[in-house]
């Protein structure tokens, strides 16, 4: 039961991950290879105020949202004066930096050592250290995060993003701000990444730098394409398939001696499949009728 709770955890997260990608890269079309950076810039943050100064959980989620934020914020200035490619590319520079940060500089991050006792969460009075107390938390946040990026993008702000996605030449034609709205996009995009980072650190009680890859960045971007840009339940269907689809095939049997290898054969075959079912990928194989959220 504890292995069951301890993966619906994990998809909690990732569809946390995935949503607030879903901002910039569903409904504006900003693909970003860095979200895995302030991922972790919100588990250190976290980290960091709960080891050195006793802060609580409540007063580090405000605030590794506001250091994520300001940091996309500033990066923002600059990835946003180049376009598509270019645009990913630059992201994918700043991922690199971001780990490097974190791995080499020892006096704040403690480098490769990581950061051990993070302490568990309490609320009124109550630590939530049994997995389905965390998993209940983890679901709300969960829930508000999907409710608060389903109202933006049924507003006004929403549909220029959509517009910008769409067309960007036409959105700046009609006296639409582009750069400041994909400035904003970015930039809450990275606040709410912040939140499963806090929520991550707190849960395992340990961090360091191997969480907060380029590879963790490749991965959250398949959950948000395979579950299509723009869909946020479709990034909720797509976390759990590639968090539960692995665990799956680890009791197929095979001989040990091959295992390892067919299993990622296994894996690449089923995401290729499931990519060809459609644009919405994942979420095709739930329901008869997908479409994007507009």
Known sequence: MEYILHLFILICFYTL?????????????????????????GAYTTAILSTQFGFSFWLNIPLAMFISGAIAFIVSLIALRTVEDYFII?????????????????DLTRGPLGIPGIPSISLLGFSLDSKISFLLLSLFFVAIIWFVLRNISKSGFGKTLTA????????????KNVYLSKTVSFTLSAMFAAIPGTLYAHYISYIDPTSFTVAESIFVLSIVII????????SFLAAAFLVLLPEALRFVGMPDSIAANMRQIIYGLILVVVMMTGKNGVKELFTSKAKRIA
């Open 17 to 41: 991950l995935s949503q607030s990608l879903n901002l910039s890269a569903g409904f504006t079309g900003l693909i970003s290879l860095a979200h895995a950076g302030f991922y972790g810039i």
């Open 90 to 106: 630059c992201t994918l520079g700043i991922q690199v930096i971001l780990f490097s940060i974190m791995n080499n500089w020892m």
């Open 164 to 175: 910008i996605s769409e067309d960007e030449i036409y959105s700046q034609s009609i006296g």
């Open 227 to 234: 579950g299509g840009l723009g869909n946020l339940t479709g």
